[in-house]
């Protein structure tokens, strides 16, 4: 209700971020009774991160009663901020009070410590920790980058952003427009590169680091390619009921491909 409530702009922010997509693909099995009771108490608790982060964006003063991750993290999901306690409050709950657009985090007399998301520019931004927008993402493995892995990726992609704002103005405003997180994969094989998108994850993509800075731009527009298909699938299935599991293959892949995969490759 509270975020419904919110002006336009913040509402908006956070209703199209893509973690808010997750849930509504996994709402309809929570209502089916699909998905057990703790995976439901899980999901419950992540309503406290977009509240945290709507208090923030609208400068209401808040104390929510918040349960930190596995890693004893809270992420305030839709805004750049999460907080990290020591790894023994893992799984616990802590205070997070949200006052003047500013949050804090506290667990008995411990203050948590902030932290910002990498920043590619101002609405994207780099995310390897929050597993309330990481759970979909199945191929290819997450990377767990170190600080400085995580320096190397964001200053290469930073680069490929800003080369793509000078050459083509116009794709970079609708890029960023709307993504809003990029994901580091892992490159088990060494490729050139991996990478991929979802369409309950969408204003995310994910893909593994190059030092090539014309690689890693070619391959966000590819998938971004990808996400405005699955924007029109939202909007249009394209396909009949019971076609989106049919398996082909394809003239051009030796692997057996989903039919709902085919107008992605063309399009990107």
Same mark, same amino acid.
């Given at each position: 209700?509270?975020?419904?409530?919110?002006?336009?702009?913040?509402?908006?922010?956070?209703?199209?971020?893509?973690?808010?997509? =997750?849930?509504?693909?996994?709402?309809?099995?929570?209502?089916?009774?699909? /998905?057990?009771?703790?995976?439901?108490?899980?999901?419950?608790?992540?309503? *406290?991160?977009?509240?945290?982060? =709507?208090?923030?964006? !609208?400068?209401?003063?808040?104390?929510?009663?918040?349960?930190? !991750?596995?890693?004893?993290?809270?992420?305030?999901?839709?805004?750049?901020?999460?907080?990290?306690?020591?790894?023994?409050?893992?799984?616990?709950?802590?205070? =997070?009070?949200?006052?003047?657009?500013?949050?804090?985090?506290?667990?008995?007399?411990?203050?948590?410590?902030?932290?910002?998301?990498?920043?590619?520019?101002?609405?994207?931004?780099?995310? *390897?920790?929050?597993?309330?927008?990481?759970?979909?993402?199945?191929?290819?493995?997450?990377?767990?980058?170190?600080?400085?892995?995580?320096? /190397?990726?964001?200053?290469?992609?930073?680069?490929?952003?800003?080369?793509?704002?000078?050459?083509?103005?116009?794709?970079?405003?609708?890029?960023?427009?709307?993504? /809003?997180?990029?994901?580091?994969?892992?490159?088990?094989?060494?490729?050139?590169?991996?990478?991929?998108?979802?369409?309950?994850?969408?204003?995310?993509? =994910?893909?593994?680091?190059?030092?090539?800075?014309?690689? *890693?731009?070619? !391959?966000?527009?590819?998938?971004?390619?990808?996400?405005?298909?699955?924007?029109?699938?939202?909007?249009?299935?394209?396909?009949? %009921?019971?076609?989106?599991?049919?398996?082909?293959?394809? %003239?051009? /892949?030796?692997?057996?491909?989903?039919? *709902?995969?085919?107008?992605? %490759?063309?399009?990107?």
């Amino acid at each position: 209700d509270e975020l419904l409530a919110a002006p336009a702009p913040i509402r908006e922010r956070l209703l199209l971020f893509p973690a808010f997509d =997750c849930w509504l693909s996994l709402s309809a099995g929570f209502l089916a009774g699909g /998905r057990g009771a703790e995976e439901a108490a899980l999901h419950f608790s992540f309503f *406290q991160s977009f509240a945290a982060a =709507c208090a923030a964006f !609208t400068g209401a003063q808040r104390t929510l009663r918040v349960r930190l !991750t596995k890693d004893a993290r809270f992420h305030a999901t839709g805004s750049r901020e999460y907080f990290e306690l020591p790894r023994g409050a893992a799984g616990g709950t802590a205070l =997070c009070r949200a006052a003047g657009g500013r949050l804090e985090l506290r667990q008995g007399g411990r203050l948590a410590r902030r932290r910002l998301l990498p920043a590619l520019t101002a609405q994207l931004w780099v995310e *390897q920790r929050d597993p309330l927008l990481l759970q979909p993402v199945v191929m290819h493995g997450l990377a767990r980058c170190t600080a400085r892995e995580e320096a /190397r990726f964001t200053g290469v992609l930073t680069r490929a952003m800003a080369r793509l704002r000078e050459v083509d103005p116009p794709l970079f405003e609708e890029i960023e427009d709307f993504l /809003r997180i990029l994901v580091p994969l892992d490159n088990p094989k060494g490729y050139g590169s991996v990478s991929s998108s979802y369409r309950n994850l969408r204003g995310a993509l =994910c893909l593994s680091h190059s030092e090539d800075s014309l690689l *890693q731009e070619e !391959t966000i527009i590819h998938e971004f390619c990808h996400q405005k298909v699955n924007l029109l699938f939202a909007a249009d299935p394209l396909l009949r %009921p019971r076609q989106f599991g049919k398996v082909f293959y394809s %003239p051009w /892949r030796p692997d057996p491909r989903r039919l *709902q995969g085919l107008p992605c %490759p063309f399009h990107a």
